[in-house]
């Protein structure tokens, strides 16, 4: 069965798609200046688009799991994933959150950083349909794999262009564009993250959320 966090990712391809084709089209500026002509340019990204690009986005994007990915953008290796700090840091700092309803409406809210992700999830598949926590949901799972894409590509784009020929500026040059793009993604991820964290908590403080029924 396909799920909603399956469905959100099958929506942010197109984007993911946008981002390699951005790279490739960077990548051909070190290897063959001369395609730099608007409509060869333009071809070319269109004919990678419809073809490799989302085959090579899925393999990338596929290579890591959720916590590793959370890992490179949160930095962490132990509970990195944004719920982990839902109740102890995310909610107390959001203004919309009221934290004596949210106790009163979920009962006792969990210190433990595992504990906090456990709960924190069983509230997200309790609020799962909400639009703002589906449109948080689907930003945090874009810029999550956008940065995890593009951390593969700082040591792969380099040994390309090595490969290719490229004089060693350029792979400097390029090897420090994707790391750039990495961290900016990685600090996007980061606050989609605590968006969709605290998105989910601002239903539960302000409505007391029936459990759903078991399938």
């Given at each position: ?160 262009l090595w490969y290719a020929g490229a004089p060693p500026a350029s792979r400097w040059i390029a090897g420090g564009l994707f790391a750039l793009q990495y961290v900016v993604c990685a ?29």
């Open positions: 069965m396909k799920t909603r966090s399956d469905a959100l990712k099958a929506s942010n391809i197109k984007w993911l798609v946008s981002l390699a084709a951005l790279d490739v089209a960077v990548v051909l500026l070190f290897i063959a200046p001369e395609l730099v002509d608007p409509r060869s340019l333009t071809a070319l990204l269109r004919a990678s688009a419809t073809s490799f690009l989302p085959v090579a986005v899925l393999l990338l994007s596929g290579l890591l799991s959720h916590e590793a990915k959370a890992r490179l953008v949160y930095w962490k290796i132990a509970n990195p994933l944004p719920g982990s700090a839902a109740f102890t840091k995310h909610a107390p700092a959001d203004a919309r959150i009221d934290m004596k309803a949210l106790s009163k409406n979920v009962g006792g809210l969990p210190t433990d950083p595992g504990e906090q992700n456990a709960k924190w999830y069983r509230l997200y598949r309790q609020a799962d349909a909400d639009p703002a926590v589906v449109h948080a949901h689907k930003m945090y799972l874009m810029y999550r794999d956008m940065a995890a894409m593009s951390l593969l590509l700082v040591p792969l784009v380099p040994a390309a600090i996007n991820a980061r606050h989609s993250g605590t968006r969709f964290v605290c998105n989910v908590l601002a239903v539960h403080s302000t409505t007391k959320v029936k459990a759903k029924a078991a399938p």
